[in-house]
């Protein structure tokens, strides 16, 4: 504006001036002079429109530090939790003030007014599913004015997932589309400048190396997070070694995964004393003339704690977290009381020698990256979090066990939703659009953990449900279009997990359709509810009769409060050669009352289960007691056992509760269930099972399906006894001892990937107090656990795997001992911030839960072995059911990828193109070629692109900060490249994202 008022009137001026000194030469040579001015003005106006509409963010956009000084970087920030006292909706709008005053919408509404204010001021926001909202609320104008803000750097987007993600119950896939979906949004409606360059995880409760990895695979420069634990932080304070580079996959060479990690020193919050929120107590009170002047004396302070801070890290930098949990509702009240210090201290900075900034993250980064320091570096993980002696973090790896199987499974389903969507399905489909979210909000860190209130947790679940439902309906109507028959599968029953379907129930004969989530052909055996032991038939597309076998359902299932079913009995059947990413369908037949004959037996000697490829012994007290394969043999027992959980007041450290968060037993050795009260044993040729009832809420089905290498026990445990405030609770746990020497070496996944070593009564970075012997020693287990024989000086050690079905948590305390913790019942909270006791109930009862193990017995390299189990687990067939149709099809074509290779994502991206994430799951060998044109049969591939592990990045424009550390230098090599295009290469343990364009 100033430009376009100026340049017209100011040749006026300009002559103006010369007519009054009476110039005659200025006179005579008007018509140059007039001419010179207006290609001048015009060049002035070009350089401020470019000057204007070139972005200024990110790096580019960061003030300078002092040399000579403490750079305090202020970085104003809020922390809105997708959902923990409040549900999502209701933080979002402020509701439920009586739980807690946080409304995000009038946040966001407030720091947009407080930034336009002064062009200094900075913030940064994270989670992308409270702005998705507030966005999509907003006039054009304002998007316009916001889109400015973040072109010049002053709101900066950090992290990016729609949730800031928990890191041990979250599954990896999980974790890649909650960070995708956020960073696709704001990459869409912002550009380059709305992609976060710096993830932020000042919450979760601990810190895996898995996530790590991902971030660092999707380009991430740096990560900074909160939560570390008291003893390992104490020590890196002292050592100046806040600060590092962490290796996400410590087996490679280059720098491709190497991640710069920065611990904060105050978790998330101010200095003490400076939070300046509606919802704190503190201000500046600067006017000398006032009674309550305090000026000097919080100056004061504030150097004290800017040098405290300053000792404890490797550079002049420090980043200061100027915001707390749901704070800058007023925002005004923060920048203006920021503005007062960091004025005063400016101007004062050849006494206090310290320089005050707005900043962000990313510019903090730049400013150690500058810096040309050499920092240390980590490979192993930041588990367990220990907050002090006697509060391990835990518990909540298996809090909720019930909602953790239900995230698990909407994760599995999202990923089929999505495959069949990708063929036939339109960008912005609502359903899906449904599915994604409540996946991505579920991955927050007090959703998966379980440290919700009991609302918000019944909240989502149900946003699970909607979201699967969503999901069914968009695969139903997909997998029908690529069929194309006229047979309808529009049914599904969500609760064959406790053996309920009224579909099938309520009729004598129907259509099942079947389809297989991974891209390589697979046999399942399928499991029907049916009402009586009469006879049925189960018929292929051909008209083939499929082998079935029929089995009781447990009384235990039956009593599950809750289960509205006349089913008594489950027909098994097994369909085989499932294409991959295809379909295969059934006819399923009433053939006559007859009743059908079930082969059972009641225990009272030594029994058998098994085929080809393993014997499991079992005692005549129905106790698994001895495994076997065709190489191996051990001793193995599993038991039944629980801890009471530590009751307190948590006014002190030795009074701290076991709690939702918390893992605290009474004492250190766990209370055995005993042996079974009754036992039956089923025997068919396809299945057999041995049923366990070992009290009121224990009990168990041993089951060994015919043909195949793993031994799977199906748990069900529920309702846990019911006490009194102040009275211990149970937390069960599922025991199995062997006679493998593990020593005190065991194994765990991380996110569900790959496996970390663990060591009992130990920590790779610092000296471990024991004062918690049993919950020191808990990891969290997302898929496997393991344990191998350390005495052993062959190759082909003998492993023991167990695969879960959720996220538990688990711990090896004796050699040649694995538990798993099941289920968690307390009568009282750990006063970390949640106020409800984990005291979960169903339909009047303490809440019941069915999950499953698996034990894989195996020698030497068993990594993919029980990686393929565990897949199999996660991705399951979607089952589908119809009216009877005589009219069956199937899937013409099946995708086959080589072995060893996941199909981790297909995903339609655009229009015209399609998401893919390809993982080569070894952890040895070379690397293996792809065809992607596997994956598109009857399609043509016009182009591929190699992206970031978001997708929302070419990995050509891919540009991260290199560090120096401590240790030889790496290898800085490319990820493979195409080939031959369409064949795409990947090493060990890679994982490659393409977007794919069709003809």
Known sequence: IFYVLWCPISPIIFLACFE?????????????????????????????????????????????????????????????DVGWLKTVDQYYYGSRNDIQRAGVQYIIDSVVDALLKDSERRFIYVESAFFWRWWGEQTKDKQEVVKNLVDEGRLEFIGGGWSMNDEAAAHYTAIIDNMSYGIKFFSDNFGTCGRPRVSWQIDPFGHSREQ????????????????????????????????MIWKGDPDDKSTLSDLFTGA??????????????????????????????????????FVNYTHLQASSY???????????????????????????????????????????????????????????????????????????????????FTSRPALKGMIRQANSLLQACKQVHSKTGNIGDEGLEVAKRSVAVNQHHDAVTGT????????????????MTSCRKVMSEGLQNNLGMDCGFDAFCPMLNISQCAFTEQRMAFSILIYNPLATNISSFIRIPVKNKHVYRVLNSQNNKVETQLVPIPEEVMRIPGRNSVARYELVFFAENIPGLGSRTFKFEHVSNTEAKIKAENLGKTFYLKNKHLKIEVNKNGILQRMKTESSDIHLKQEFAYYKGAVGDNTEFLKRASGAYIFRPKGNRAIPIGGPQSVTFFKGPLVQEVHQKFNDWTSQVIRLYRGQKHLELEWIVGPLPELQHNMPGSEVISRYRSDINSGDLFKTDSNGRFMISRRRDYRPTWDLNLTEPVSANYYPVVSRMSIEDSNSVSEEKKQIFVMTDRAEGGASLESGEMELMLHRRLFNDDAFGVGEALNETAYGKGL??????????????????????????????????????????????????????????????????????????????????????????????ASIEETTLDGNLPLSDLKRMKWTTDQAKSNQVEEGRFRELPDVELKQKQIRSFLVKLD
């Open 212 to 243: 790590a990895n991902i971030f660092a695979k999707m380009g991430f420069d740096g990560l900074f997070f909160g939560r570390l634990d008291y003893a390992d932080k104490e020590k890196r304070m002292k050592e100046q070694t806040m600060e």
């Open 452 to 467: 919700a209130k009991q609302h918000v947790t019944d909240d989502y679940a149900l946003r699970l449900h909607n979201g």
């Open 264 to 301: 904060l020193f105050h978790a998330y919050s101010p200095p003490p004393g400076f939070c300046f929120d509606s919802l704190c107590t503190d201000v500046l009170m600067d006017d000398p003339r006032m009674e309550d002047f305090n000026m000097d004396t919080k100056v004061a302070e």
């Open 20 to 80: 009054f000194i009476g110039s005659v030469t200025v006179r005579r040579h008007l018509g140059n002079i007039m001419i010179l001015y207006s290609f001048i003005a015009v060049f002035i106006i070009l350089i401020n429109v470019l000057t204007i509409s070139t972005s200024s963010c990110g790096y580019d956009s960061c003030p300078n530090p002092k040399d000579g000084m403490i750079n305090v970087h202020f970085v104003p920030h809020t922390h809105n």
């Open 848 to 941: 019941v839960v069915r999950g499953k193990h698996k034990l894989l017995l195996c020698e030497g390299d068993c990594e993919i072995m029980s990686r393929t189990i565990a897949e199999e687990e996660l991705m399951k067939p979607v089952i589908f059911f119809g009216e009877y149709c005589s009219r069956l099809r199937e899937s013409k074509s099946s995708v086959e990828l080589p072995m060893g290779i996941k199909l981790l994502t297909m995903e339609k991206w655009s229009d015209d193109t399609v998401l893919i994430r390809l993982e080569n799951m070894g952890i040895t060998g070379g690397p293996i070629s792809v065809n992607m044109n596997i994956l598109f049969p009857g399609s043509n591939i």
């Open 314 to 396: 490797a550079t002049d930098n420090v980043i200061m977290t100027m915001g707390e949990d749901f704070t800058y509702q007023n925002a005004n009240m923060w920048f203006k009381n920021m503005d007062k210090l960091k004025n005063f201290l400016n101007r004062n900075q050849e006494k206090y020698k310290i320089n005050v900034m707005y900043s962000t993250p990313s510019c903090y980064l730049k400013s150690l990256h500058d810096s040309n320091k050499t920092w240390t570096v980590k490979t192993d993980d930041f588990f367990p979090y220990a907050s002090d002696p006697h509060a391990y973090w835990t518990g909540y």
